[in-house]
């Protein structure tokens, strides 16, 4: 794997807080058209069962009101309710509540009322006015299964019923573990961290050209939060994996302490 590969391989990714990359994984095409096809049958039902209520009661009105309680029945339906349902229950339709699927932003976080209301109106366009062709190819074409409304809202559809397996955290070197204990290491910035865990996790994957570069790299930024730096010698990926290691070691120290100190504050066992 080259540099430019390893590169490209965080534009997918969810970082936890413990910098870890997690790669949520979009719906396959026949996920995604199972649950539209549930939608488009639950839609398509409430349609008719709205328009039927509307009429009734506009039954003893002129035609302009039945217009009226016509044309009102496609928004309900067809935007109102969609989009009300994704909002609340931030991304998830009665199809991909079925199917185990749910609407995300392209940057994995939850999706918002304009996220929902601009899928759902292009929704009108490329699912019921064209029989969903447009959004077959449209998910058929992208890499992650997005249709011309999630192309609109900057949304994609993740699966939610999946194991994800997180790397092996990095092991404290050996050789390193003396000066670790005494040194100095800062936390370091999210994007940093993540990009140490990652270069660390898939040195099996890179190139010699490419783990000498990348490790240099990642070593002269990291040495900027770590004092004094690492022996004399020391390669570059057994210093980060030192200081991840000894940040993991710390921050558990941390929060077992901060759990101790509630524990006897509140009284629970």
Do not use: C, N
Not at 116 to 122: D, G, K, P, Q, T
């Amino acid at each position: 794997m080259s540099h430019a590969e390893f590169a490209t391989l965080t534009s997918d990714d969810l970082v936890t807080g413990e910098a870890v990359a997690l790669d949520l994984p979009a719906a396959g095409l026949a996920s995604r058209i199972a649950s539209g096809l549930i939608d488009v049958v639950v839609t398509l039902t409430a349609l008719v069962g709205v328009f039927l209520l509307l009429t009734v009661a506009a039954l003893d009105t002129d035609d302009a009101l039945l217009w009226v309680a016509f044309i009102g029945s496609l928004i309900v339906v067809f935007l109102v309710f969609p989009t009300t349902v994704e909002t609340v229950t931030r991304g998830r339709s009665l199809g991909k509540y079925a199917l185990g699927l749910r609407t995300v932003r392209v940057d994995a976080g939850p999706i918002s009322f304009q996220h929902a209301f601009v899928r759902s109106l292009v929704g009108v366009v490329e699912i019921y006015a064209f029989s969903g062709a447009p959004a077959f190819f449209s998910a058929l074409l992208s890499s992650r299964g997005q249709r011309l409304g999630d192309h609109a809202a900057g949304t994609y559809v993740v699966r939610e019923r999946v194991a994800l397996r997180l790397a092996q955290p990095p092991r404290m070197p050996p050789p390193l573990a003396g000066w670790a204990a005494t040194a100095d290491i800062a936390s370091l910035p999210t994007p940093l961290a993540l990009g140490v865990r990652q270069y660390l996790g898939r040195l099996p994957q890179l190139d010699a050209a490419s783990r000498t570069v990348l490790g240099a790299r990642l070593a002269g930024q990291v040495q900027a939060y770590v004092a004094p730096p690492p022996p004399p010698g020391t390669p570059p990926e057994a210093f980060l994996a030192a200081v991840i290691a000894a940040r993991r070691e710390r921050d558990s120290a941390r929060l077992q302490r901060e759990d101790e100190l509630r524990r006897r504050l509140t009284g629970r066992r």
